[in-house]
Structure formats: C-alpha cells, structure tokens
C-alpha cells in the first residue's frame, strides 16, 4: 500500500541513519541484552483492565512489546510473533500479514521512541483507560465543540464518554461479539459502515490498531475525501501518527 511504503522509507532512513541495521531484534520470552530487541506477549493480568469488555481482556487480541535498548513499545495484535531478525530484516518484510505488521510496526515505535521521536508507547493500566475516556471527551468538546464523530474502534470507556456528551457518535467495530451493543442508546455496528458515516461526521476517532489490521489507510482515504479530521489513539499507532502528520491522543501512555 502506498502508506506502508512511506513508513517503510521512513523507518529504513532513520535505521541507516543510526548505524542500528546490524542490530538483531529476538522475539522471545526472554531477557536480552547487548545488540538483542526483545518481543514478548505482555499477560494482560499486568494490566488490570477494569472492565473484561477490553480486547485483551477476552483475550481475542495481546499486547506484544519489544524492547529496544531499553526503549519500549506496545501494539494490539490477533498475530504475536516469535524469532530473531535483524532490524535490516524488519524494514524489508511483507507487510501482507498480521504477523509480520505487527512485527514491523512495533519495532518501527520502540526504535522512533529510542531515537526520541515519540513517546506513550506503552499502554496504560487500572483505572487510567477509564480517566482517559473522560479526558479525551473533555479534550474534544473544548476544541470542537458539539460536532458528530464517528468512533472506530470499540474502547468501552471511551464510548460510554462520548455518548453521554456528544448528541451525535457512531461507533464501529471488528468483532461480532460486540456487534449489536448498545452504549447509552447508541447500537454498535459492523466496520462495513465506516464510509456511510464518514459522510456524516467531522471527525474519526480511530483505533491506533487498524495501522495492525490494514484497516487504517483506507479510513485515512476515506476521512480525507470527505474532509473529515482523523484522529488516531493508542499506542499501536505511535510511529506512523508522527509519520504523517496525524493528530494523536493517548493521554495515559508511558
């Protein structure tokens, strides 16, 4: 796709550009050190989600982590992997795979934030995706008053807020198991109908995850045409939101 080839031209220059190619990244369990990146499943008990609605909780998707020289980075993945590459290798794969996305832009987040390029790489924890939600309603209404939006992405915490403040929020989702819920009156729908609503709001609010799942450039497309501001959040999407010049909310990353 044409986005991943921007990323990927990106991510190859700063590598080159650090003399970091010949750095081997493992894919393990297993702490490393010296010239070794880490990748590990992180049990989603650390994380002490309030609520079993949240994706990791149910256990349909992880958070794999990878560790570069002691910077870190989280992406949401259906598809977590495990071996030894070279960043040299990362940059080149086939990004027609979860597993191999994953891969690419977890490590792409732990190196931009080891070169101190982003930061709120790794997810937040307890009560803070709850806080967050709130946060985050209060950081839109202030900007942009009470506009529509459309919520990609199913955050339980972050739809509850939305839908008690803006009169009009759509939300869209992935997995059939939360197809169908209602949110304060507010029916959850299946992704198919992101482009109808597009056509209907000012802004997206997307999950950082559909950078994972392929699904994030053709929102961005479709958000573009319809000139509808896109927002992404989380932090999957770390890297490429400072890549392109996407507006990025985390508000309780580390």
């Not at 220059?13 to 081997?24: A, M, P, R, Y």
């Not at 070169?115 to 803070?128: A, F, W, Y």
């Not at 992405?153 to 939300?171: H, M």
Request: proline letters at 3%; one cysteine or more.
């Amino acid at each position: 796709m044409y986005y991943d080839e921007i990323v990927r031209a990106y991510f190859r220059k700063i590598v080159e550009e650090h003399g970091l190619s010949k750095f081997t990244v493992k894919i393990s369990g297993k702490e490393t050190a010296g010239k070794k990146v880490m990748f590990r499943v992180v049990p989603s008990k650390e994380f002490s989600l309030p609520s079993e609605e949240y994706a990791i909780a149910k256990g349909k998707e992880v958070i794999m982590e990878c560790c570069f020289k002691n910077s870190r980075a989280h992406v949401f993945t259906a598809k977590p992997y495990k071996g030894v590459l070279t960043l040299s290798k990362i940059v080149n794969l086939n990004l027609n795979s979860i597993a191999n996305r994953s891969i690419f832009f977890c490590a792409l987040n732990a190196v931009m934030r080891y070169l101190g390029i982003v930061n709120k790489t790794i997810h937040c924890r307890g009560s803070e995706p709850e806080i967050c939600g709130i946060e985050l309603t209060k950081w839109l209404r202030k900007r942009y008053g009470n506009i529509p939006i459309l919520l990609v992405g199913y955050q339980p915490a972050f739809a509850k807020a939305l839908t008690k403040v803006f009169d009009k929020v759509f939300i869209t989702d992935m997995d059939s198991d939360n197809i169908g819920k209602t949110v304060n009156g507010v029916t959850i729908v299946d992704d198919s109908k992101n482009s109808y609503f597009m056509r209907k709001v000012k802004i997206a609010l997307i999950t950082g995850s559909a950078v994972i799942n392929s699904t994030l450039w053709p929102l961005i497309d479709e958000a573009k045409a319809n000139n509808v501001e896109t927002i992404v959040y989380g932090v999957s999407a770390a890297g490429v939101a400072k890549i392109l010049k996407l507006k990025r909310l985390c508000f309780f990353g580390k």
